[in-house]
């Protein structure tokens, strides 16, 4: 058994862990083509979580800070999102992929926005009284989650909302007997794109080098001089503001939202996280993707089970590694 974990480690470890639940299912499915299918949407599925998630990773890594008001974020994220793809309702429908680009950018703008100032409301008025106090901490963000949600009842009522999607992200490509929807890919390279652009920020700038040297040692940081507080709200102004684009991408995925949306998506990103290792980005990509593949493929082949899948996942990792696939806190 140690030869086998060894040669695993040696040839990518946890970071095959994806391949080798792709490969397993293939041999399930017996399909090709539905089995290409379910992997792109399982890929896509996984970035999205992923955008949702990674945030929630620092601001618990740096900041220890149990914030289960941070699906409310994606909540606000993807509401915002919608109503502004409402608004440009004329854009999304023309011939012009530059006016239907531009609504998709402001739209994915707007739910930025609305993230960033709602972090750093919800980091000075709730969470900064609270900070060290795990069991407040749960206390107060699950009562901030539960006014979120009211507050979204108000604005947009109860009724699910419908979100319009740019017309050149509708419909597939199809290659041979497989179909691939064109929202999902995108989706997939945008979270991508944002995975490349934490991983640079947080190894390759100073900022990222603080924000490191925080989860490891935060006394040790502090005690060079370093206002390792003043990290504190733009991590969680960055990371409220990665939950709301991840929002508003889930939106335009579902096309239908309802206010539950953010409380619906509290388990799968805290599973995420926890999976994944508290503070590290790379880990809470390899939750999602376990996540969102696994999700797929078992809803495919075992649909009673689709629930239980990823809390099954979460038990084994964790009786695996019990601090995550890949932690920054030792």
Known sequence: MKNLGAMFERFGG?????????????VLIGAPSSWVTLTIAGLAMGMMIFLMASGLSLI???MDVLNFGHSAFVSFGAFVAASVLAFFGAWLGGDSVFLS????????AAAIVVGLLGGWFFERVIVKPVYKDHLRQILITMGALIVAEQI??????G?????????FLEGAWIVGDVSVEVYRVFAFALGLAVYAALALI????????????GVENREMVEALGFRVDRLFVAVFMVGSALAAMGGAMWAGYQTLISPALGAEMMIVVFIVVIIGGLGSIEGT????????LLGNYVGFLAPKMALASNMILMMAILMWRPSGLRPAIK
């Open 14 to 26: 946890v970071n095959l862990l994806p391949v080798l639940v792709a490969i397993v299912a293939f």
């Open 60 to 62: 618990f890594g740096l």
């Open 101 to 108: 680009g531009l609504a998709l950018f402001l739209a994915i």
């Open 152 to 157: 979204i009842l108000a604005i947009w009522g």
């Open 159 to 167: 009724t699910p909302t419908s979100v319009p999607r740019p017309a």
């Open 202 to 213: 947080l190894n390759r700038t100073r900022i990222g080098l603080l924000i490191r040297a």
């Open 285 to 292: 990509l390899l939750g999602a993707l376990l996540v969102g």
